[in-house]
């Protein structure tokens, strides 16, 4: 059994669909069966998540970092500044700690409050949360010895 310490950051808007890569990274650390040391918080929306990043990462207490959150174009401003934000920032976080950092976010350009959407986005966060935690595993474990 691998251990890891990870601590996963969840944006709030959106959260019933946001919490499904949770739901996915838990699900390949099981799969894989991984005792994982995880930590769950949760932001007010994705542009919070460098900041919490780099103060998690900050701690030395983190193998990894994950960041998940649902960026929509709301019609009232674009979505493509705050999503291109948070990328940065958390690529920034990384580079600057020596703490990989992953992003879950997801920045449709249709989402609407509907079935059909909410519940294509909350199976693709499944599917994303997944690949996180194979991601997270890998470089975990990468040797560059």
Known sequence: MKNIRVAFIKAGWHKEIVHNALVGFEQELEAQ????????LEVPGAFEMPLLAKRLAETGKY????AAALVVDGGIYRHDF??????DGLMNVQ???NVPV?????????????DVLENFYTEHFIKKGKEAARA??????LSID
């Open 33 to 40: 069966n991984v005792d994982a040391e995880l930590k769950v």
């Open 63 to 66: 193998d990894a970092i994950v």
């Open 82 to 87: 705050v999503a291109a934000a948070v990328v």
């Open 95 to 97: 580079l600057s700690t």
């Open 102 to 114: 992953f992003s879950v976010s997801l920045t449709p350009h249709n989402f609407q409050p509907v």
């Open 136 to 141: 997270a595993l890998a470089i975990h474990n």
